[in-house]
């Protein structure tokens, strides 16, 4: 139980911080007149 528990933790601040860093991406191309290809 206690191993699952935290396994599901885990993932869900990875999750978080995931969600941080593409909210930021996102923010950063709003920003940023080239198109999506030039990063890809």
């Known amino acids: 139980e206690a191993g699952v528990a935290k396994k ?16 930021t991406i996102l923010k950063y191309l709003q920003y940023c007149p080239l198109p999506l290809e030039y990063y890809l």
């Not at 933790?9 to 969600?19: P, Q, T």
């Open 8 to 23: 599901s933790l885990a993932i869900s601040v990875g999750l978080e911080k995931y969600i941080r860093v593409f909210s």
